[in-house]
């Protein structure tokens, strides 16, 4: 009997106890009706082939580990970015559950979100008596100085039309009449949670600037000094809107950061649990209409909010998830120009450091090849930083990316010599990516958790960086933008590399010649 | 300072029920009219926990309760490791239930298993317009390409296929006669239907009782059945909970053809209605199939509980029950094997945790199951509630716990937050969605659906880590930090 008291031994050691595993070999064996072996060999090398790997990409219907969500996981993303404010899912409830144990699993933190919890009755008549009582509930039990509405494929599958509803609600008294209930339909079978984040941002900006569905007056913009800063949907948001912070109160730049969900998914442990913290003030977010300029951090998670800002007169620009030296410095350059601000020398010299940082580590990046998928902004600023790292972004692959992406991120390949003979996949899965791993092997891959199985598979050490990241700490509460961000995934990326090296030389009398203490 | 000396039960039950009023307060009228009915005491000697249970959650309040989805993909069908599962509609459910339960399984996935994979249609919006089915018979075309030592294929529908009138039945039976005969089973386990994670439990039986049971009839079995068969039903393999089982039930000298679902095969499910007994772990998720297979075949079920010593010892007795007495004696004689083992176990762990006070929210079985194991360390369960039970498990749950305990059904975010806040006992167990709310509080947390990632609790060998762990959650340091020493 392998357990005692004394070391208790749990699923990473019990398992490989000799009782346990003659009880496999015997389950398998006698009751499992295995695969032969020698078949199980066969097919497993004949997924590693290029005739596998064109079966693979010849894929019509079938998609296999994707790496993307669905838009309402967005709209929540968005809305608890807002001060007290509950985000409201009308449709089934078993998705409020989803969304809620997705980001406290990458965030730890509770994830605060309600569901208007609509089941076969409400299919066949609609959800508008859901709204009415679920308005009402939310808005009694916790208090929120707004709830954000938003659907589930259900409840746009029967068409229910939300403005036409929170418009009864009002009339029933679920909530008073001025009360504020941005909404935004977020079909799960459009888009993926990317484009949630970007209609519930617009949702939110037409619902302030635009007379809250026909219930105030539109607001007249008068032009004043600030900028608006979207982050859009990101897996760092905790580190990077501090770090965004950082930057503007270091220049004296006034802003609005439209959706500030820093301090939400960041909360003490004191003995208190705050449903609600920080976040962008109702008043912030009217007042957004009156700024000078809006800034996009995230492109393809704003294509839809940019164009309604730009229509209320202000200009927008639009990063693509900026890291490293160039990226950062064309944001800084954009701000400055914007709104006249310069660059103080605390800021260039954060670029130096980071310039230096480069310097003393680009030998052992230099040359090296990666292969990325994440979000297409979050790919488009890797791929820049690597190519700027002098390191080969061979494939970059975006589930969620489209024809809009697939040309920037070739023009952006075009752009270097390091970026010679790289491809990138834009609507393409996991699945795929593990073909393109086995037939054109890389020497580091990044992305997120579920890389793991890629590593696992092809024997690529995955760097951790994109969303969700469940099966590592912290990682959330550090900026990827900016000089330092930057910093922060060039130390990832180095972590992986010396480990690496560490590991193909630590056999002792065969190779451990090369295990240098300084490197 | 334990409950019971603290407080006569009568006082804590005016205390339930004071607490109980408060939390209603805050509900406009109607919906604290339908939320009383779920929130009561447990009075000794009645039939049931005084709460009413699988009724519609109320919209808006945070319930913490799922999808028939969820039931059927996420847990009925997602562990079977050897078959395919489509996660038939959008991309998000498929996204959100990927590999988060734990099901531990021993296969070269993406080759001959598949439990760690997310398969789905992806549902564009032209295919919610002109329906999915060509889609699906196109999948499953491709499935069978690139996934050629796959057993079977089911079909896991999500909102909308029931919305837009898609025929997988249909589609199922033309692959199916296409590919031999091969098993493909679809499951109309769409999120809207029903209460909770409960229905889509008894749609996934049902679908292994229409489209595997029914279709084996009249094989020969692939073994030579034997006296001392079972079957173990509903145990899920989280953190390998069905192997800490199963080791007990082969040591006492019962051969294990089957194992539902965690780690288990096709061709076990196939088997299992060949058993002479089917010993029943999560009674809430596969009551359903274990009655029908009484019924049609004649398999007797018995329900046990393998959590901690006193359980597990009373379960190895009831299952020996139904066997000779070379199994009766075979009991007997795991119980005194693991005797050392467990009483080191208690002696180290049970000091630490006498008389806290434990509150549990969890699923459909272990707010009554795990009771026992908690109490086996000294430790005493001051609340619990089932997000899905149903009445027959308030039934159950008599046995277990003690005249004043506070009973919540599908409680909501406010109600659990509040009734913690007051109660203050030294530890919940719940799942991730509350885990972080209580640590804010500073109350030690372990989830109890997946373990906090650690595991198994099942069996003598997972009651030590259970121990362990509960020690580790109470006990940790950081929870005498919570206050700054400057703060008052």
Request: proline residues 5%; glycine residues 10%; contains cysteine.
């Amino acid at each position: 009997m392998p357990q005692n008291a004394d070391n208790v031994l749990d699923h990473f050691n019990l398992f490989r106890q000799p009782e346990y595993k003659e009880m496999f070999e015997n389950k398998k064996k006698n009751f499992e009706n295995p695969v032969p072996d020698a078949e199980l060999e066969r097919v497993r090398e004949w997924t590693k082939t290029e005739e596998y790997r064109e079966k693979n990409f010849a894929r019509e219907a079938l998609t296999v580990n994707p790496a993307k969500a669905c838009q309402p996981l967005g709209a929540v993303f968005a809305a608890v970015g807002f001060e007290s404010t509950v985000p409201f899912v009308h449709g089934s409830q078993g998705c409020v559950a989803y969304y809620r144990s997705h980001f406290s699993r990458h965030f730890k933190e509770p994830t605060s979100c309600v569901s208007s919890s609509m089941t076969e009755d409400a299919a066949v008549f609609g959800g508008l008596n859901n709204m009415i009582d679920g308005l009402a509930n939310t808005y009694n039990m916790y208090k929120p100085k707004m709830i954000a509405v938003s659907t589930t494929c259900m409840a746009e599958v029967i068409g229910d039309d939300l403005n036409a509803f929170i418009k009864t609600s009002k009339e029933k008294g679920s909530v008073p009449q001025e009360y504020d209930v941005p909404f935004a339909h977020t079909p799960a079978f459009v888009g993926s949670h990317i484009t949630g984040y970007d209609n519930v941002m617009k949702g939110i900006v037409e619902h302030f600037w635009d007379g809250k569905a026909g219930t105030a007056p539109k607001l007249e913009r008068v032009p004043n000094e600030k900028i608006n800063f979207f982050g859009g949907f990101d897996g760092y948001t905790v580190g990077n809107l501090r770090e965004v912070k950082r930057i503007f109160n270091q220049m004296g730049v006034e802003y609005t950061i439209m959706g500030d969900n820093s301090d939400v998914w960041d909360t003490p442990t004191d003995g208190e649990f705050r449903m609600y913290d920080g976040g962008t003030t109702l008043e912030e977010a009217a007042n957004a209409i009156h700024a000078k300029a809006t800034i996009s951090m995230q492109e393809f998670c704003t294509e839809k909010t940019l164009p309604v800002i730009k229509a209320h007169g202000q200009e927008v620009v639009a990063f693509n998830h900026p890291i490293g030296v160039k990226g950062t410095d064309e944001f800084l350059m954009a701000i400055s120009r914007i709104t006249g601000k310069p660059i103080p020398p605390e800021l260039t010299k954060e670029r130096g450091r980071l310039v230096d940082a480069i310097a003393d580590s680009s030998a052992h990046i230099h040359g090296k090849k990666f292969a990325i998928y994440g979000d297409p902004d979050l790919c488009l600023g890797l791929t820049a930083f690597l190519l700027e790292l002098g390191a080969e972004p061979v494939h970059v692959l975006s589930t969620n990316g489209g024809k809009a992406w697939l040309e920037k991120i070739e023009a952006l390949l075009a752009s270097s010599p390091f970026g010679k003979g790289c491809h990138a996949y834009a609507g393409k899965d996991l699945w795929h990516m593990r073909s393109l791993l086995f037939t054109e092997p890389v020497d580091f891959l990044i992305g997120n958790t579920y890389g793991k199985y890629l590593d696992r598979d092809t024997g690529t050490p995955l760097i951790r960086i994109g969303f969700p990241i469940f099966d590592r700490h912290h990682y959330h509460r550090y900026p990827v933008w900016g000089y330092q961000g930057s910093m922060n995934v060039l130390v990832w990326i180095l972590d992986k590399i010396f480990d690496e090296i560490d590991r193909n030389t630590n056999v002792v009398a065969k190779s451990d010649y090369s295990f240098d203490i300084i490197r | 300072m334990s409950v019971a000396t603290a407080e006569t039960v009568e006082e804590l039950k005016a205390r339930n029920k004071a607490l109980i009023k408060e939390v209603l307060e805050v509900y406009p009228e109607k919906t604290a009219k339908r939320r009383a009915k779920h929130l009561g005491t447990f009075e000794d000697g009645k039939p049931d926990c005084g709460v009413k249970s699988n009724i519609k959650s109320i919209p808006g309040v945070m319930t913490i309760r799922g999808c028939a989805y969820a039931g059927s993909k996420g847990v009925v069908w997602g562990p079977i490791k050897d078959m395919i599962h489509i996660s038939h509609g959008p991309v998000g459910c498929g996204q959100y239930s990927w590999a988060s339960r734990r099901n531990y399984y021993i296969g070269t996935t993406g080759i001959d298993t598949f439990g760690t994979m997310q398969f789905t249609s992806d549902f564009q919006e032209k295919d919610i317009v002109f329906g999915g089915d060509k889609k699906l018979a196109k999948i499953i075309d491709e499935i069978q390409e690139l996934f050629p030592l796959n057993k079977g294929i089911s079909v896991q529908s999500e909102c909308p296929i029931g919305l837009i009138g898609d025929d997988i039945e249909a589609v199922s039976k033309a692959k199916s006669k296409e590919y031999e005969g091969k098993t493909i089973v679809p499951v109309r386990c769409e999120g809207f239907r029903g209460v909770s994670q409960s229905l889509g439990h008894h749609i996934a039986n049902d679908a292994i009782r229409d489209w595997v049971f029914d279709k084996q009839e009249g094989k020969p079995a692939r073994f030579e059945p034997g006296p001392y068969d079972v079957a173990i039903i509903g145990d899920y393999n989280i953190g390998g909970d069905a192997w800490s089982s199963r080791i007990l039930l082969e040591e006492m000298g019962l051969r294990v053809i089957s194992q539902w679902s965690g780690d288990g095969t096709i061709a076990e499910l196939e088997a299992t209605p060949k058993a002479k007994l089917n010993v029943l772990h999560c009674y809430r998720s596969m009551n359903y199939i274990s009655r029908h297979m009484e019924e049609k075949y004649g398999v007797p079920w018995v329900e046990y509980n393998f959590f901690g010593p006193s359980k597990i010892a009373e379960s190895l007795r009831k299952i020996a029950s139904h066997f000779d007495d070379k199994i009766k004696e075979g009991a007997e004689q795991v119980i005194a094997k693991y005797q050392l083992m467990i009483d080191a176990v208690i002696a180290k762990y049970r000091p630490r945790l006498e008389g806290k006070k434990v509150m549990l929210y969890v699923g459909g079985l272990r707010p009554r199951h795990v009771i026992g194991a908690y109490e086996d360390l000294g430790m005493e369960i001051v609340g619990t509630g089932y997000e899905f039970g149903h009445n027959d498990d308030y039934q159950r749950t008599t046995h277990y716990v003690k005249d004043g305990t506070l009973i919540y059904d599908d409680v909501t975010g406010y109600e659990f937050e509040k009734f913690v806040e007051k109660i203050q006992p030294d530890l919940v167990g719940s799942g991730i969605k509350e885990k972080y709310v209580f640590q804010k509080m500073g109350v030690p947390f372990r989830q109890m659906h997946s373990w906090d990632y650690s595991g198994p609790y099942h069996g003598y060998d997972g009651f030590a880590i259970f121990a362990r762990d509960m020690d580790m959650a109470i006990n940790a340091p950081v929870w005498k930090m919570a206050k700054a020493p400057w703060a008052a």
